[in-house]
């Protein structure tokens, strides 16, 4: 059914939806707050016990930088941080210097296992801040376009800022909406979310069409997707969505959409 026909349809109760919505935002928004700080509280450096014969620790990340000192057999270095296969290390005297991945492949965990790391790609994809992306869908059966760009405020947290226009049969829409998204397993490639979120309608109508008038109106949504982590700094994503627009005190309109898309992160 085309936008425009469908927002002739009035549903009751919509200033209910709309303080209901507001509610879940506000408690969702809360946990934001709550869990935010949990990001800046930085866990203990990890420790490594030195397996090989000795530890070379450079004055840089290269194998150009000259090797300064060495620590030996059993003793216990603390990562502090990574540049490409360089990791910067501080061993039990103090002393910081870089190590290659290579040679801390040889090393032991607290627990007594081999240290692995993940692939630097997959550390940065993990340590995302900022996402940017587009799709193509079908909002109800009309194609639609939009973009989206997402903040991360925790680990599982991220407030996304979207904008999308519909192009119907016989009307054009455009919308936008502020959503907070929860991943609950960011650390994993394949990655579902959930969002909810604020935003405003607009439906302009076609010339055409006689007595027709420009509706403009309030917005809420509600999303469940999936994203995907490829290669290098893309992503590929999908989502589907619920969005309610209140047209009046007692009327809304509800519809839904489904897109794909592709979004890269730094």
Same mark, same amino acid.
């Given at each position: 059914?085309?936008?425009?026909?469908?927002?002739c349809?009035?549903?009751?109760? !919509?200033? &209910?939806?709309?303080r209901?919505t507001?509610?879940?935002?506000?408690?969702?928004?809360?946990?934001a707050?709550?869990?935010?700080? &949990?990001?800046?509280?930085e866990?203990?450096?990890?420790?490594?016990? #030195?397996?090989?014969?000795?530890?070379?620790?450079h004055?840089?990340?290269?194998?150009?930088?000259?090797?300064?000192?060495?620590?030996g057999?059993?003793?216990?270095?603390?990562?502090?941080?990574r540049?490409?296969?360089?990791?910067?290390?501080?061993t039990?005297g103090?002393?910081?210097?870089?190590?290659h991945?290579?040679?801390?492949?040889?090393?032991?965990?607290?627990?007594?296992? !081999?240290?692995?790391f993940?692939?630097?790609?997959?550390?940065?994809?993990?340590?995302?801040?900022v996402? #940017?992306?587009?799709?193509?869908?079908?909002?109800?059966?009309?194609?639609?376009?939009?973009?989206?760009?997402?903040?991360?405020?925790?680990?599982?947290?991220?407030?996304?800022?979207?904008?999308?226009?519909?192009?119907?049969?016989?009307?054009?829409?455009?919308?936008?909406h502020?959503?907070? %998204? #929860?991943?609950p397993?960011?650390?994993?490639?394949?990655?579902?979310?959930?969002?909810?979120?604020?935003?405003?309608?607009?439906n302009?109508? %076609?010339?055409?069409?006689?007595? &027709?008038?420009?509706? %403009?109106?309030?917005?809420? %949504?509600?999303?469940?997707?999936?994203?995907?982590?490829?290669s290098e700094r893309?992503i #590929?994503?999908?989502?589907?969505?619920l969005?309610?627009?209140?047209?009046?005190?007692?009327?809304?309109?509800?519809?839904? &959409?489904?897109t794909?898309?592709?979004?890269?992160?730094f």
């Amino acid at each position: 059914m085309p936008v425009f026909r469908f927002l002739c349809s009035a549903a009751t109760d !919509a200033s &209910a939806r709309l303080r209901a919505t507001l509610g879940l935002l506000a408690v969702a928004l809360g946990l934001a707050l709550v869990a935010a700080p &949990a990001r800046a509280d930085e866990a203990p450096p990890e420790r490594l016990q #030195v397996a090989d014969p000795y530890l070379e620790l450079h004055t840089g990340p290269g194998r150009g930088y000259p090797v300064f000192f060495v620590a030996g057999r059993d003793e216990w270095v603390e990562l502090l941080l990574r540049h490409t296969d360089w990791f910067k290390v501080r061993t039990a005297g103090g002393k910081e210097g870089w190590v290659h991945r290579r040679q801390l492949e040889r090393t032991l965990t607290e627990a007594g296992g !081999a240290k692995t790391f993940r692939d630097v790609m997959v550390d940065d994809y993990l340590a995302r801040r900022v996402e #940017v992306g587009a799709g193509w869908g079908r909002f109800k059966s009309e194609p639609m376009l939009k973009a989206w760009t997402a903040y991360r405020l925790a680990e599982t947290l991220s407030v996304e800022a979207t904008a999308g226009q519909v192009q119907g049969t016989f009307s054009g829409s455009t919308f936008w909406h502020v959503s907070l %998204n #929860v991943e609950p397993w960011s650390d994993r490639r394949l990655s579902p979310f959930f969002g909810i979120g604020v935003g405003g309608f607009r439906n302009i109508p %076609n010339a055409s069409l006689v007595g &027709a008038t420009t509706t %403009n109106a309030k917005l809420a %949504n509600a999303a469940v997707g999936v994203r995907y982590y490829v290669s290098e700094r893309f992503i #590929v994503r999908a989502d589907y969505s619920l969005y309610t627009a209140f047209i009046a005190d007692t009327s809304s309109g509800e519809y839904r &959409a489904i897109t794909g898309g592709l979004s890269f992160f730094f």
